[in-house]
C-alpha cells in the first residue's frame, strides 16, 4: 500500500561512503517499521537494520552496527542508510522496505515481515 524508491547508490572505492534514502509516496511512515535489507550476487537477501518511526527505535545487524547508520527525517518522509567505511563486500542491491508496527522491533527481523518494497538500488564497491 505504500510506494517506496531507494536512492544513492553508486560506484565507491573502498573505504568511501554513500548515504541511501527511501523515500515513501502516498502517506507519511507514522506507525511504520522502515528496515534497510542487501541482496548481493549468489547469496541470500540480508536485514541490515531496522526503525521504528514513531519513537525512532532502532536495529542494527551485527556486522555493519559500527559503520552504517539508519535514521528517520520526518521534514522529508524519508528513512536513511549511512554507510561509512564501505567495502569491497559491501557491494549488493540494497532495498528498503515497510511494516505496519503491529508488534515489537524485533518481530521484523525477517524479509517476510514486510509488507511493501522499493525497486532497489545498486551499491558497487570497488578495490
Known amino acids: 500500500q505504500v510506494q517506496l524508491v531507494e536512492t544513492g547508490g553508486g560506484l565507491v572505492q573502498a573505504g568511501g561512503s554513500l548515504r541511501l534514502s527511501c523515500a515513501a509516496s502516498?502517506?507519511?511512515?507514522?506507525?511504520?517499521?522502515v528496515g534497510w535489507f542487501r541482496q548481493a550476487p549468489a547469496k541470500e537477501r540480508e536485514l541490515l537494520a531496522t526503525?521504528?518511526?514513531?519513537?525512532?527505535?532502532?536495529y542494527y545487524r551485527g556486522s555493519v552496527k559500527d559503520r552504517f547508520t539508519i535514521a528517520r527525517d520526518s521534514a522529508g518522509n524519508t528513512v536513511s542508510l549511512q554507510m561509512n567505511s564501505l567495502k569491497p563486500e559491501d557491494t549488493a542491491v540494497y532495498y528498503c522496505?515497510?511494516?505496519?508496527?503491529?508488534?515489537?522491533?524485533?518481530?521484523?527481523?525477517?524479509?517476510?515481515?514486510?509488507?511493501?518494497w522499493g525497486q532497489g538500488t545498486q551499491v558497487t564497491v570497488s578495490s
Open positions: 526503525i521504528r518511526w514513531n519513537d525512532g527505535t532502532t
Open positions: 502516498g502517506r507519511t511512515f507514522t506507525n511504520y517499521i
Open positions: 522496505a515497510a511494516a505496519t508496527a503491529r508488534f515489537t522491533i524485533d518481530w521484523y527481523r525477517r524479509s517476510a515481515s514486510y509488507e511493501d
